[in-house]
């Protein structure tokens, strides 16, 4: 029989082909066990992405922002529910190892940004960051993509929302400070658990739950307004501690909190299923049957309004169990609008100030 191997620091159990692949590969056991052997973990290569353009645009109905920016494609996070491990399949890679091992960049993103930023039928509106995947996973530590980018939008002096389970944001605070200082900057941190031991399981490569509470209290110290992102809310694993979560980033200083039930959109299903059959067998079947009855039968519901809260009782039950949480502690008012009337276009062929980058 085979089964899926551990790769120590990868979320991922398996690396199954892309659906729009015509091959696939399936490990098995050769007699010798080496199924059960601990393998270093694979390593991360990177590939540059020649996209002619940065910024992306949506139209969804449940969504507050209307423009995004992924200067990575994957994600060294590992997170195994990442909803954004479909997308790999579309550049013939696995949503599986693949998605947090061969990791697409932008080195060219202050450029295009600034291009783009200063066409003239482009206008302001808050940019999201840390939508889709992380803009501060580890590898931002030698790319310097974010803090590139951060530079732009602070010398246009362009609002920016950022989402993040990293403590590197802590790095640039010498640019997001001065921007919050002028409604420029927000940020929400991605707390999935309190409990290290599960983290380390379901997100092996971001910050520890801790270590992100820190970050909360030290961008609140620094004057940018941040809250938290309960996200995702899985059921049976951590839903129990929807308040101690929320409590916990309240007393770290969050000005506001959010939550969004776990995703499982195409091949995350299979993915996540495999992890729990492996790390929590004996509530693998429970969790399960949680989805299908927040999906109408199904583990997941792309619909609009629907995909990343779910219906039905349970459902109903979270979501007024973080009504509750919010509005004792205060937190149900979201964070300060970001201001769009300070915009500036960048000069046609101008160099920008390279200050942000000492």
Partial sequence: MSKPLIHKGRGSLSNAAGRFEKQSYHAEDDGWGG???ELPPPATATIVDNSRSLITYNDSPDIPF??????????EHGCIYCFARPNHAYLGYSAGLDFETKILIKPDAAKLLRSELGRRNYRCAPLALGTNTDPYQPLERRQGIMRQILGVLAETRHPVSIV???????????ILAPMAEQGLASVYLSITTLDRALARNLEPRAA????????????????????VMVAPLIPVLTDPELEDIVSATHAAGALSAEYILLR????????FEEWLQ?????????VMNRMRDSHGGKAYNAAFHQRQRGSGTYTDLLGQRFRLICRKLGLNSGLPPLRTDLFRRPEAGGQMSFDFFD
């Fill in 264 to 271: 499982l959109p195409l091949e995350v299903a299979d993915l």
């Fill in 164 to 174: 993040t389970k990293s403590a590197l944001v802590e790095r640039d605070l010498d």
């Fill in 35 to 37: 199924l059960d052997a």
């Fill in 208 to 227: 520890a739950p801790q270590r992100r509470l820190e970050t909360l209290a030290r961008l609140r110290q620094a004057g940018v307004p941040a809250g």
């Fill in 66 to 75: 209307d423009r995004s920016i992924n200067p990575y494609r994957g994600c």
């Fill in 278 to 286: 492996r790390h929590y067998p004996l509530k693998a079947e429970h």
